[in-house]
């Protein structure tokens, strides 16, 4: 590149290619010329019907596979000193939900970096030296992975641990939305959730722009159109379609202004309560979340983005009894230190977080 990445000016980070459509990665990766391919895929995924038919295709290429079940630092460790030095693939193939992304994302750093550790990731979002190809192919439409330069990884103790750089964006994302299928009616409702609060908390965060805003808007306006289609026909494939892309677009919001409050309360539900998914945790904390920035700062733009949740019927798929095991205190302490409240358009403080919290609590 002309210009240096570390420069401190405006800036969107997304793939330089994207392809999508019916058959979109059988098609893409059979046309790739690089051969030494090693496959990252989800357990859920490696087991379906339409993997076994893409790999099928592959013949004549040098396949190695890794079944991933969790970013966890160790982990991809192990896989970036097995797979270093002559038996370094040319290119990862990435096929699942964010914890395959973001595990690939993370390896194909470390493989093109030697020597550097997940301490110095921790400190620094530029790696300059990319050498290793990277395809994403989300499994899931929710997290955005395939398109951001954002990486969720857990250490030793389990917790999470969120990583920015970017070198983690990968050089093509293919969106095929036949992986989306099997996924049932509240699966995809989770899933669209955190496709909501991506467009939403990037569109109002304090990094956000016009640019990106109006990306976010995108977004919406897909999921919406989707969400319409596959009430009306729970098969529309062009439903499925639509939703997927509504992630990708809200995965480039998120991936450059970030998220805010509702991201930070809700991770802190997930490492409380085990078991409660993101999209779960999301619905829980997402519509309090806007009405509360709505009357703190009364700007009408959260009138918009509260229309459109109750247009989408979110509150129908919360299970909001999760929430009576929560502290209102420990929430308040352990969602402070997470990296998503520092962009949150009002400075969070534990006295506003706490009122924001109660919101959560005792509102409908």
Request: overall charge positive; proline content about 5%; charged content about 25%.
């Amino acid at each position: 590149m002309m210009i240096k990445k570390s420069l401190m000016v405006k800036r969107i980070y997304n793939n330089p290619e994207v392809y999508y459509g019916k058959g979109a990665t059988s098609s893409c990766l059979k046309a790739i010329e690089l051969s030494r391919m090693l496959v990252l895929v989800s357990g859920t995924v490696k087991k379906s019907e339409y993997y076994g038919k893409i790999i099928a295709g592959l013949a004549g290429k040098q396949i190695q596979e890794e079944i991933i079940h969790g970013p966890v630092q160790e982990t991809i460790a192990k896989l970036a000193k097995t797979y270093s030095g002559p038996a370094k693939p040319d290119l990862i193939v990435a096929i699942g939900g964010g914890k395959v992304l973001d595990s690939a994302k993370v390896l194909k750093v470390l493989l093109d970096n030697p020597g550097l550790s997940f301490a110095d990731l921790e400190k620094t979002r530029f790696c300059e030296k990319s050498v290793t190809k990277l395809v994403a192919i989300p499994t899931t439409p929710g997290t955005g992975s395939e398109t951001n330069s954002i990486a969720v990884t857990r250490d030793a103790a389990g917790r999470k641990v969120p990583l920015i750089n970017n070198g983690f964006v990968p050089d093509v994302a293919i969106l095929d939305h036949e992986f989306l299928a099997g996924l049932d009616i509240q699966a995809i409702y989770e899933f669209s959730a955190d496709i909501f609060s991506h467009a939403f908390e990037g569109s109002v965060s304090a990094a956000s722009t016009p640019l990106l805003a109006a990306i976010g808007k995108s977004a919406l306006s897909l999921l919406k159109g989707g969400l319409e289609k596959l009430r009306a026909d729970p098969k529309d494939a062009k439903a499925l379609e639509s939703i997927l892309h509504a992630g990708h677009l809200a995965g480039i919001v998120q991936g450059n202004a970030f998220v805010g409050a509702c991201h930070a309360l809700a991770h802190t539900i997930e490492e409380q309560i085990p078991g409660v998914s993101h999209g779960q945790s999301i619905l829980l904390t997402l519509k309090q979340t806007i009405l509360w920035l709505k009357e703190t700062t009364k700007k009408p733009e959260y009138d918009e983005y509260l229309d459109a949740y109750n247009v989408l019927g979110f509150d129908t798929h919360r299970k909001p009894e999760v929430l009576k095991k929560m502290n209102a205190d420990a929430w308040a302490e352990a969602s402070l230190k997470d990296p998503s409240i520092s962009t949150s358009p009002v400075r969070m403080k534990k006295e506003n977080l706490l009122v924001l919290i109660d919101w959560i609590l005792n509102r409908p």
